[in-house]
Nanobody, 123 residues
Framework: QVQLVESGGGLVQAGDSLRLSCAAS????????MGWFRQAPGMEREFVAT????????LYADSVKGRFTISRDNTKNTMTLQMNGLRPEDAAVYYC????????????????WGQGTQVTVSS
């Protein structure tokens, strides 16, 4: 079992930055590939970014490429999502997720999920 807790969400203006964090506990964090997903009201939960167990591989959704950066610290059991140049369309509940395997952009590949943190972007 892995427990995941997100933090760092909030209300910002378009163009601002936010840094989301995901704290993991339970099984060995470094054994899990990690991902960020987001879900806006009335929409499907969508992929944002994923990172491999050793941080060598990162993949981003086209909509956030160049603006968001995913990273992890296996010594601190944490993952972060640095979000720059936020847009109103980035507003959503952001979830971190873990899977015992390779990094993936597919929601159903993930085994564990956090409760989410709200990001609101005003125009």
């Amino acid at each position: 079992q892995v427990q995941l807790v997100e933090s760092g969400g909030g209300l910002v203006q378009a163009g601002d930055s936010l840094r989301l964090s995901c704290a993991a506990s339970g099984r060995t964090f470094s054994l899990y590939a990690m991902g960020w997903f987001r879900q806006a009201p009335g929409m499907e939960r969508e992929f944002v970014a994923t990172i491999s167990r050793g941080s060598l591989r990162k993949l981003y959704a086209d909509s956030v490429k160049g603006r968001f950066t995913i990273s992890r610290d296996n010594t601190k059991n944490t993952m972060t999502l640095q979000m720059n140049g936020l847009r109103p369309e980035d507003a959503a509940v952001y979830y971190c997720a873990a899977r015992a395997g390779l990094e993936s952009s597919t929601r159903n590949d993930y085994d564990y999920w956090g409760q989410g943190t709200q990001v609101t972007v005003s125009s």
